[in-house]
C-alpha cells in the first residue's frame, strides 16, 4: 500500500539529513587530502535490495548513485548486526569498485532481527599499493600491477575489527596510517546513520518506512521519465576520441548511438574502440552503471533541481554495451584510469542531445580532469603521497550565456587544496595559480576557461610527480552553431627552459629541486559565431584576463585599445569577416584531419574486423593496421593529427589495404 505524499516527503527530508550527517562525519574525520580537503568519497543509505534510497545534497558526486551495490552484498553471507563489508576490486565486485584505491564499506542496519537497509561510504585512498605511488598508472595493462585486491568480505564481524585483514592493508599501502584513519572515519560516520535510522524506525515504524524505499523510487521514477521526456523521440548519433592510449599513439573512438523513446533512453556504445591494453578501460561487466550514465545524471538534476536523489532516476535509461570494448573490461585487464573514456561518453551524449534540442546542452566541456599527485620521502624513509590539486576545464557555452570558467559539468564534487596547505606540507611551491588565457573556445557565447598553476619543486631530495586525465591534448573540446574549439591540454616541465619537455599522461615522472611544472587546462567549446559577440563583452574578458587582446582581435575582431574597445577599427575587423555561424559541430584541425582517412564508416568496418578477431589479438592487429596508414605513429612522440595526415587520399588507400591484408573479411 502506497504511503500519502506528506509521509513520503518528511520521511524522505529526514533520511536525506541522515545522509548529510553520515558525508560531514566522514569529511571532517578522515585523515587524507583526498577526502577532507578533495572530497573524493560519497556515502548514501541503500533499501533492502541494496539500491540507494537517500543522498546527501551537499556531496555533488550525484552519479555515483547509478552502482550495483547487490552483488557485493550478496557476496557476503550471514550478515549480522555490527558487521561491516570492505570491498575494493572492481571484478570480484562486480562493479560497485571501479578502480583499486577506492575503497567501499558496507554495514547492514538491523530492526528486530531483520534487515532493513544498508549505510555506504567510499573514499579515494591515497596510496593502495601497485607500482606506482597512488595506484593508478596509465601503462599497467593488468590490475595485477594496479594494487591490492580486497573481494567483498567483512572488516568488521559482529563489532570486532578483523585485525589479520588490516595487517595484510597496512603492509600493502604505502600510507598505512592514514588509510586505517580513513576506514575509522567511514565505519564512526556510517554507526552514525545506523543510530539515526533507528530513531526513524522508532518513530513511523519500520513497515512505514520500508514502504517509503519503495515508494520514493516509483516517484523518482516517474519524475525522472518526465525530464528526459524533454529530449525528442528519434535515433542520435555521435563520437569521440581520446588522445592515445599510452602504450601507443593512436586516438581511441568512443561511439555512442542515442535512442530516445518517450523518455526512455538507449546508450548503445556499440562501435567503441576494443579495450586497451592500458588502464583506459571501464568494468561495467556489461551492465549500465555510473560511469556510462552520469551525462544523463546531469541532466535530470539540472531540469528537475528538486528531484530526489535516488535509484529512480535511472529505470529509463538502457545501456547496450559491446562486449570486450573498452566500456566492458573483463578480467585481468588494468582499470585504474577508468575514468577518462567515460568523460568522452560524456561528451557522445551532449553531442546526441544537441542534435535533439539544443537547447538543453552545451557545447562540449574542456574534458580534463587532471589530478596532480607528489610523491616524496620523509626523514625517516616512508614515503608520503599526496594530491596537489585536481585541475579543472571550462565548461561549454550554452545558447545564450557563456561556459562556466575554471570549473566543468562533469564531476563538481572535487575541490581545490588551499596553497597554504600545498606549500606547508609538501616540498612545493605555487608560482601561479590562475585561470588559462584564451582557453575557452571563442563565440558570441564564450566557452569557460581552464585552470592554470605553476609550481617549484624545493626539497632537496625532489620527487615524483604524477598527473592523470591529461585529455585534448589532440582532439579539442568542440565548439557547436559557429562556435569555436577550446584550446588543448598542456603539461609542461620547466617551461621556457633549454630542458622544457611535455609530461605524459598518467605515467610517474622524477623532478629535482628547481624544476617546474605548469599545467594549463583547456577551455570548453564556443557556440555562436565569435564576430557576433558584444564587444563590450570581449573588452570585460580582456580586462579580467581570460582573453588577450591579441585573441580578441583575431578570434573576435574586436580592437582592445588601453583596455577599452576602438570601435571604428572593431568595425572593419568585422566588416572584412565572413560570418561562420552554422548548426553544426567544429571539431578542430586535428580530427578534422583525422577523420578524412579515419571516418566513421571505415571505423564502423575495421571495428567489427577487430571484434571478430581473438580477444587476445585486437590490440596488436589494431596497432599494426594504424601504423601501416600513419608510419609517423611509430616514432613515440604525439604528433599532431593534422601534420600526420599529409596525403588523405593516399592513406585511405593504406587503410584499405591494411584491412585486407590483416583483417580480411570472413567469405560466406
Not at 323 to 339: Q, T, Y
Not at 481 to 491: D, M, S, Y
Not at 619 to 626: C, D, G, M, T, W
Request: charged share 25%; aromatic share 8%.
Amino acid at each position: 500500500m502506497k504511503l500519502d505524499p506528506v509521509t513520503i516527503e518528511v520521511i524522505s527530508r529526514k533520511l536525506i539529513a541522515i545522509t548529510d550527517e553520515i558525508y560531514f562525519t566522514v569529511q571532517r574525520t578522515a585523515r587524507s587530502s583526498y577526502v577532507n580537503e578533495v572530497a573524493d568519497f560519497a556515502v548514501a543509505m541503500l533499501d533492502v535490495n541494496g539500491d540507494v534510497f537517500a543522498y546527501p545534497p551537499s556531496a555533488s558526486f550525484n552519479f555515483l548513485i547509478d552502482t550495483n551495490f547487490k552483488s557485493t552484498i550478496d557476496a557476503v553471507p550471514d550478515l549480522r548486526p555490527g558487521d561491516v563489508i570492505i570491498t575494493n576490486d572492481p571484478y570480484a565486485s562486480e562493479g560497485l569498485s571501479t578502480h583499486l584505491p577506492d575503497v567501499h564499506l558496507i554495514q547492514p542496519y538491523f530492526h528486530d532481527g531483520e534487515i532493513i537497509g544498508y549505510g555506504w561510504s567510499f573514499i579515494h585512498s591515497l596510496d593502495f599499493g601497485g607500482a606506482v605511488p597512488g595506484s593508478v598508472s596509465a601503462t599497467s595493462h593488468e590490475i595485477y600491477q594496479e594494487g591490492l585486491r580486497i573481494p567483498p568480505m567483512k572488516l568488521v564481524k559482529g563489532g570486532a575489527m578483523n585485525e589479520e585483514l588490516l595487517a595484510l592493508i597496512r603492509l600493502n599501502t604505502r600510507v598505512p596510517d592514514i588509510t586505517i584513519a580513513d576506514f575509522k572515519a567511514m565505519m564512526g560516520a556510517l554507526e552514525t546513520g545506523n543510530r539515526r535510522y533507528a530513531d526513524i524506525i522508532a518513530r513511523f515504524g519500520a513497515p512505514t518506512v520500508l514502504q517509503a524505499q519503495t515508494d520514493l523510487l516509483d516517484y523518482t521514477a516517474a519524475r525522472g521519465r518526465a525530464v528526459l521526456r524533454r529530449i525528442p523521440d528519434g535515433v542520435y548519433e555521435f563520437w569521440d576520441y581520446l588522445d592515445d592510449d599510452v602504450v601507443t599513439n593512436i586516438p581511441l573512438r568512443v561511439r555512442l548511438r542515442m535512442e530516445v523513446k518517450d523518455g526512455e533512453v538507449l546508450l548503445d556504445l556499440t562501435g567503441t574502440d576494443p579495450e586497451t591494453r592500458s588502464a583506459f578501460n571501464v568494468p561495467s561487466l556489461g551492465r549500465r552503471m555510473y560511469w556510462l550514465s552520469f551525462r544523463l545524471t546531469g541532466i535530470l538534476t539540472t531540469y528537475d533541481p528538486d528531484i530526489p536523489r535516488n535509484a529512480g532516476l535511472y529505470r529509463s535509461i538502457a545501456v547496450r554495451n559491446q562486449p570486450g570494448s573498452v566500456f566492458d573490461a573483463r578480467p585481468p585487464v588494468a582499470v585504474g584510469m577508468r575514468h577518462s573514456a567515460p568523460y568522452r561518453l560524456f561528451d557522445c551524449v551532449t553531442g546526441a542531445v544537441l542534435q535533439a534540442n539544443p537547447s538543453l546542452m552545451s557545447a562540449a566541456m574542456g574534458g580534463s580532469m587532471a589530478t596532480f599527485r607528489f610523491t616524496e620521502q620523509n626523514e625517516d624513509g616512508s614515503l608520503r603521497v599526496e594530491v596537489v590539486e585536481p585541475l579543472r576545464s571550462g565548461m561549454g557555452a550554452f545558447e545564450g550565456r557563456d561556459g562556466v570558467d575554471g570549473r566543468d559539468n562533469s564531476i563538481n564534487n572535487m575541490r581545490n587544496r588551499p596553497i597554504e596547505l600545498i606549500e606547508m606540507e609538501q616540498g612545493l611551491r605555487v608560482l601561479r595559480y590562475d585561470i588559462n588565457p584564451d582557453s575557452g573556445g571563442p563565440g558570441k557565447w564564450r566557452g569557460g576557461v581552464g585552470q592554470l598553476l605553476v609550481v617549484e619543486l624545493t626539497g632537496e631530495a625532489g620527487g615524483d610527480i604524477q598527473i592523470s586525465g591529461l585529455e585534448r591534448s589532440r582532439m579539442a573540446p568542440w565548439g557547436f552553431a559557429g562556435g569555436k574549439p577550446g584550446a588543448l591540454v598542456r603539461a609542461i616541465i620547466n617551461e621556457g627552459r633549454p630542458d622544457e619537455r611535455p609530461v605524459s599522461k598518467g605515467v610517474p615522472v622524477r623532478l629535482g629541486r628547481g624544476d617546474t611544472v605548469t599545467l594549463r587546462m583547456p577551455g570548453g567549446g564556443g557556440v555562436g559565431d565569435p564576430f557576433e559577440r558584444d564587444p563590450a563583452a570581449v573588452e570585460t574578458d580582456v580586462r579580467r584576463g581570460f582573453v588577450t587582446a591579441e585573441a580578441a582581435m583575431r578570434e573576435y575582431g574586436v580592437a582592445i585599445v588601453d583596455g577599452r574597445v576602438d570601435e571604428a577599427a572593431t568595425a572593419v575587423l568585422r566588416a572584412a569577416a565572413p560570418s561562420e555561424r552554422n548548426d553544426v559541430f567544429s571539431f578542430g584541425t586535428q580530427r578534422d584531419a583525422w577523420e578524412q582517412v579515419f571516418g566513421d564508416e571505415a571505423m564502423l568496418d575495421l571495428n567489427a574486423r577487430l571484434y571478430a578477431a581473438p580477444k587476445t589479438h585486437r590490440h596488436e592487429l589494431r596497432r599494426r593496421v594504424f601504423q601501416s596508414v600513419l608510419p609517423g605513429l611509430k616514432d613515440g612522440r604525439q604528433s599532431p593529427l593534422d601534420e600526420l595526415v599529409a596525403d588523405p587520399a593516399a592513406a585511405r588507400a593504406r587503410l584499405t589495404e591494411a584491412m585486407d591484408t590483416l583483417l580480411p573479411k570472413a567469405t560466406a
